[in-house]
């Protein structure tokens, strides 16, 4: 316990770091992630070939390599030293974005077709076929997938700390510099992950029951 | 599942006007695509990216050899973890299933924390954090044991879930003809798991090879640390860039070709459903004929798979 309690300060760093990639990462791919599923299911054979490349390469490029071009080659081509938390939040932002689409893609697959057939046979708009009949019933399957990706999202975050950024995932090195005992200070980051995903999924879950959809 | 019928949900067949607009904003979007990768090669010919020293290095069959050879090195550490996590996998789903409650409730904590814990702090784990008990290990057994244990507590819930999803009658019949519980268990029920789980299980792999590139965090010599090596090399003129595009372009091939056969097994086991229920059977849905997508998904999400992918780790 007192590696946790002598270093307090660094904890609350690496804790904040692990965040701010954590929330940061999730909100791009969220939004990145929207407009690229949104693409893979538009009527547009351009936007539907460029969503599909983009999901296929990136999701089989290792985290590792994405984050290894935002880290390194991004400041070599603009020629400036960008700040290394903001490289990897984009990394984890354009990396997770592929999960989000394809989440989103598949979720709006599990509505029939009928569904929609029958709105607008009864004369919706497009936009009342979409909030009134198509998206409520799109939401609900796609809200327990979408917990998983933001769980793996958060043990992602530990990636950035081969590219020099302070999170839960380099508190060992900034701490053996102290002389602290490596083995404690890892299975604390342990516990603290089990911790957090515990927690997420037992979010997931209460989710899942609230929102199951009976049909 | 392709074009009309995978969206027609969201949008009629266009008529005149939506053809229209949807040619513009078909036209919207190369353009944006256009300028996006424009931008790129005018930075790279500003900074000089293109100029044939950055580029030297691969003329030279030495720089060849050291890639490859981290190509080898991530294969290695790959097929040893690929058997590992389908052995552990096997275990733990196995001890998970159990009838005896102090062998299923313990599988089952070790599962979910195995699964909790981030590939690379497991790594760390093994390869910072266990010198200081005195036990010291190659940066490349770090790397599989750590895979073996996440991949493996996630395959396990991938086969668990498979064993679950089949129809009770099928063990019910198991027990009937006489099989013990590692009878029915060996010969029924994990045989049609296995293969109704099959591209859940490839893509995990795909997952794998792809965690196979944090070794170059813990310094194992894989791919992208030959890159990050070459790459920082000032005699070439530190072509990092320019290692990276064709290191990295190893590894998504790697993996693309990974992937490509996941989604044929799919595509393979899709259509052997179809023609099951054309003629009259039940098909091997792992819900059964009664089950809905949203539970499928909402199992596949248990299972630690998503649908269609898993991001895993990296």
Known sequence: ???????????????????VLFFGGGLLALVLGFIVGAMRVSPIPAARAVGAVYVNWIRNTPLTLVMFFFAFCLPILLRERIDAILLATLALGVYTATYVAETLRSGINTVPVGQAEAARALGLTFGQVMTLVVLPQATRSVIPPMMSVLIALLKNTTVAAGFSVLNLGSVRSNLSERGENQLVTLLWVMVIFVVLVLLLAW?????????KVAR | MEGRTMSSVLYD??????VARNRILGVATIVVILALVGWVVWRFAVTGQFSADKWEIFSYGTIWQRLLDGAVATLAAFAAAAVGALALGFILAIGRLSDRAWIRVPVGWVTEVLRAIPVL?????????????GIRMEPYWAVVIALVAYNGSVLAEVIRAGVESLPRGQSEAGYAIGLRKAGVLRLILLPQAIRAMMPVIVAQLVVT??????????TYPELLYVIKLLGSNAVYGSPLI?????GGSIYVVMCLALSYVAYRIEQRTKRRQQQQVAEGGAPHHPMGPGGTDTELIALQARAGKLDPGNPGQV
């Open chain 1, 1 to 19: 316990m007192e590696v946790i309690t002598d270093n307090l300060d660094l904890w609350g760093e690496a804790l904040t770091g692990t965040l």
């Open chain 1, 203 to 211: 979010l997931q879950r209460a989710m899942e029951r609230r929102w």
């Open chain 2, 13 to 18: 067949v266009p008529g005149p006007k939506a």
């Open chain 2, 121 to 133: 702090v497991f790594m760390m784990l093994l390869y910072y954090g266990l010198p200081v008990i």
């Open chain 2, 209 to 218: 090879l792809k965690d196979t590139a944090l070794g170059f965090i813990i």
């Open chain 2, 242 to 246: 320019q290692t990276a595009i064709v």
